[in-house]
């Protein structure tokens, strides 16, 4: 593969660089996975994502809707129910986060290793 001409995986203008900017905020992720197994309301999403502001879940989820990757549905009831889900694009994407979870899993012990042989080093 040849990495030096326009178009080619990673660079400005390749798709490729487009799903790299949606899957590596940290939060995307996150939010894509927890609703994997089926609609969740807004509050039920922060319960399940340790550490997520209410503000940043709301920015994450209007990011993932303009993408493609989350459908917002709002009930027509006395109080007021929004549910987000996967879009059909967006389910394409829980494989690829379990892979990359299971890479975490099998390697994140060697990665913690090299961090602290760094901090060691630095001090």
Do not use: Q
């Amino acid at each position: 593969m040849n990495f030096d001409r326009p178009g080619d995986v990673f660079l400005a203008d390749c798709p490729a660089r487009l799903a790299l900017d949606i899957i590596a905020d940290k939060w995307s992720v996150v939010t894509l996975y927890a609703m994997s197994r089926g609609p969740r309301r807004p509050g039920e999403l922060t319960e399940l994502i340790g550490g997520i502001s209410s503000k940043m879940l709301t920015e994450t989820l209007r990011k993932l809707e303009r993408h493609g990757l989350v459908s917002r549905r709002d009930h027509a009831e006395v109080p007021r129910r929004v549910e987000y889900d996967l879009t059909e694009l967006g389910r394409t994407l829980i494989e690829p986060i379990g892979t990359l979870s299971s890479w975490a899993e099998h390697h994140g012990d060697a990665v913690l290793a090299a961090l602290d042989a760094e901090a060691g080093r630095a001090s």
